[in-house]
């Protein structure tokens, strides 16, 4: 079992926000060789993957909740209406780590469903979105 003060500096580890030096400093380990050996530990194993599990699970909520938008924009690029390759490449990074964090790639697509989410609203929006575009298009 785990202390407190060791689930503190896994936590603060797997952050990645601090050096091992300055977690040691924060949680009063005076070695480095002591965050190193905690690492070690199944516990701390198991409780990595946990934080690992959570975040993964924070990030496909806030997916979820802002799935239209990333829709839209997603449809934006594939238009070509692109005005900073670097950023939109930057972005695409990103959501495809997110995903495949999430278990979610070409290779093993997985659909997701949330039955308490407006998923039939959402996709008529969109459809209509793009019924609307191609109208415009074609005039």
């Not at 190193?36 to 990595?48: F, G, M, V």
């Not at 699970?57 to 239209?68: D, G, H, T, V, Y």
């Not at 999430?102 to 659909?111: D, F, I, P, R, Y």
Request: proline share 1%.
């Amino acid at each position: 079992m785990l202390t407190e003060k060791q689930m503190q500096a896994i936590r603060l580890y797997f952050e990645g926000k601090m050096t091992v030096q300055q977690i040691c400093d924060t949680v009063g380990y005076k070695h480095r060789s002591s965050i190193y050996e905690l690492l070690q530990k199944p516990e701390a194993q198991e409780y990595i993957q946990k934080l690992s599990e959570e975040g993964v699970r924070e990030a496909l909520q806030i997916m979820q909740i802002n799935s239209k938008k990333l829709a839209k924009e997603l449809l934006r690029i594939a238009e070509g209406d692109v005005k900073n390759r670097h950023l939109v490449y930057a972005q695409l990074q990103a959501l495809n780590s997110l995903l495949e964090k999430a278990g979610l790639s070409a290779k093993n697509t997985v659909v997701i469903e949330n039955k308490k989410s407006n998923d039939d609203q959402d996709y008529n929006e969109l459809m209509d979105m793009l019924k609307k575009e191609e109208g415009s298009k074609e005039e």
